[in-house]
Structure formats: structure tokens, C-alpha cells
């Protein structure tokens, strides 16, 4: 699935541009389309640098937009992205990216991209956990305080609401997204003579 013409184009930037609208929008607690903006936008461009360009920019616009209207009672101003936890997040994006770069590599089945997204999830939540344990002072600075920020980082959540966990919330919006994008591109592109 390669993007060719300048209307199948258009439509990957429509794709990714309502995915990082949706972050402005009410949703669950951390079901973001991150990894499926880095994924389907590496398999959709196959342009690295169109891509790249692309997810980074979408990234860092909804970003700006979720920290200084949606979540601003979280952060001062915009420190977030001096912080830590913005690092992590960034590294763990740049994972998505190349995880995208390997799908893009091969043929792109249904199969493949779940698999992928799902490789996605674990490297970001390793990433950025690990960050933030690296930089929160929360934890220990050894092994045992890094395991209990991993381990703290699955739950993340409140007497048995499962809406809450921070990690299956973020498996759940990957496998979203990331199908919702795909499926959505194949069915403009089959459906719609103007994508054809």
C-alpha cells in the first residue's frame, strides 16, 4: 500500500489530521492515535522523510493543543515539553516511527499491522516509563525502582474501573487508531472514485 498519486495524498493527510484532532477531543485516559499516525503514515507516504515530517508535526500541534487547553490545570505553561516525561514520550514516539519503518519494509496484511502496533504499545510504555523513572524522583535510581515504575505504570488505575488503566487504554487506542486509519484508507481508496 503506497501512496502514489497527489489525491491518495491528500487523504493520508485528512487521515492523520482528524487522528490528531481527536486528542482535542473527550476520550479515555491515554487512547491517543499516535502509533497509528506513525505507522500508517511510514506504510502510507513511503516517503521517510514525508512521514517523518508529517507524524512529528502532528505530534507536536496536538500536543501544544492538549497541553494548553485540554490539560492545562496538569502543566504550568509549557514546561511539559522540557520535561522527562516529554522525552520519554518523544523517544517512545520515535519507536513508533521506526516500528512504521519496519512495517512499511514488508508487506502490510492485517496481521502485520496488528502486530506491529502491538510492538508499539510495549516499546513506548518501556521507553517511557523508563524515562520517567530516570527522571521523576519518584523511584529509586536501581533496578527494583525502575521494575516498580514499570509495574506502576500497567495499572495506573482506580478500584477495579479497567477504563482507567493506563496501559490497556494505550493498547486499546493503538489497535484502534492504527485499524481505523488503515481501514479507512483502503476503503476511501476502493469506494470513493476520487481516491481510486
Known amino acids: 500500500m503506497r501512496i502514489s498519486t497527489s489525491t491518495s495524498q491528500q ?4 487521515l492523520i ?10 476520550h479515555p485516559w491515554n487512547v ?3 502509533a497509528g499516525i506513525a505507522l500508517f503514515g511510514m506504510v502510507a507516504f ?7 515530517g508529517v507524524a512529528v508535526a502532528s505530534w507536536f500541534i496536538s ?45 502490510a496484511t492485517a ?9 508499539s504499545s510495549l516499546g513506548f510504555y518501556f521507553i517511557s516509563n ?6 521523576s524522583g519518584f523511584y ?7 521494575v516498580l515504575a514499570l509495574t506502576a505504570g500497567i495499572p495506573f488505575y482506580q478500584a477495579g474501573d479497567v477504563s482507567s488503566s493506563f496501559f490497556l487504554n494505550q493498547v486499546v487506542g493503538d489497535l484502534l487508531y492504527t485499524t481505523a486509519m488503515f481501514g479507512a484508507y483502503s476503503a476511501a481508496r476502493r469506494w470513493v472514485p476520487y481516491f481510486a
Do not use: C, H
Not at 514546561?79 to 522527562?84: L, V
Open 140 to 146: 529509586p535510581l536501581n533496578p527494583g525502582g525502575w
Open 63 to 107: 500536543d501544544l493543543l492538549v497541553n494548553v487547553f485540554v490539560q492545562s490545570d496538569f502543566v504550568e505553561g509549557l514546561t511539559y515539553f522540557w520535561s522527562g516525561t516529554a522525552l520519554g514520550v518523544y523517544l517512545g514516539l520515535g519507536w513508533m516511527l521506526w516500528m512504521g519503518s519496519k512495517l512499511a519494509g514488508s508487506r
Open 130 to 135: 523508563t524515562l520517567d523513572w530516570a527522571s
Open 17 to 26: 489530521a482528524l487522528a490528531a484532532i481527536s486528542r482535542v477531543m473527550p
Open 32 to 34: 491517543s492515535p499516535m
Open 46 to 52: 513511503g516517503n521517510r522523510t514525508t512521514a517523518i
Open 11 to 14: 487523504l493520508a493527510f485528512m
Open 111 to 119: 496481521i502485520r499491522i496488528l502486530g506491529f502496533s502491538l510492538a
